[in-house]
């Protein structure tokens, strides 16, 4: 059975940095691209980061770029989101998501508050 | 970027009607279309990817057309499971920008 946990969310100063990860489990990860999507309280999905199979390619949203950065380590079945400079518009829960968009993780609240 | 607009934002409907709501791309991006359904506190869910193939396991009531700008999701007979917030993803280009989402309410 395929399953993403991400961990890592809670609460930071602006200002702040906080790594996520997601754990990926039930298929060969270094097989597929993986993303970071979120979404702020109330409102929609927002596109953040997508990072290739071997790790070579990253992208990000023009919201994050710069401030972010995905990363993953295939020997540990592990995705990671560093994120820095957060800001209050940040506040969003992070999901991650295996190459498709056909699997997706059950998400982790980022809350950016002094 | 492209920029993915959805309408309605909000739809009331009744169990058993058929319904469709829209996706329109800013650009063409042939059929690099996916279809998502999310239910309040839980991760969305793929219904159709390349415009009009169903994901495993979902329903048949549920079908995807278009390509190049213009998409559209249909449900042919709503069901009560089926009240929820839909949204658009274009997969052609990075990043891979997400319609605002259309909220299907019961009438």
């Known amino acids: 059975e395929v399953q993403l946990v991400e961990s890592g969310g809670g609460l930071v100063q602006p200002g702040g940095s906080l790594r996520l990860s997601c754990a990926a489990s039930g298929f060969t990860f270094s097989n597929y691209d993986m993303h970071w999507v979120r979404q702020a309280p109330g409102k929609g999905l927002e596109y953040v980061s997508t990072i290739s199979a071997n790790g070579d390619r990253t992208y990000y949203a023009n919201s994050v770029k710069g401030r972010f950065t995905i990363s993953r380590d295939n020997s540990k079945n592990t995705l990671y989101l560093q994120m820095g400079s957060l800001r209050p518009e940040d506040i969003a829960v992070y999901y991650c998501?295996?190459?498709?968009?056909?699997?997706w993780g059950q998400g982790t609240l980022v809350t950016v508050s002094s | 970027d492209i920029q993915m607009t959805q309408s309605p934002s909000s739809l009331s409907a009744s169990v058993g009607d058929r319904v469709t709501i829209t996706c329109r791309a800013s650009q063409s991006i042939s059929s690099s279309l996916n279809w998502y359904q999310q239910k309040p506190g839980k991760a969305p869910k793929l219904l159709i990817y390349?415009?009009?193939s169903l994901q495993s396991g979902v329903p048949s009531r549920f079908s995807g057309s278009g390509s190049g700008t213009d998409f559209t999701l249909t449900i042919s007979s709503l069901q009560p499971e089926d009240f929820a917030t839909y949204y658009c993803?274009?997969?052609?280009?990075?990043?891979?920008?997400f319609g605002q989402g259309t909220k299907l309410e019961i009438k």
């Open positions: 998501a295996r190459g498709p968009f056909d699997y």
């Open positions: 993803q274009q997969s052609y280009s990075n990043p891979r920008t």
């Open positions: 390349v415009a009009s």
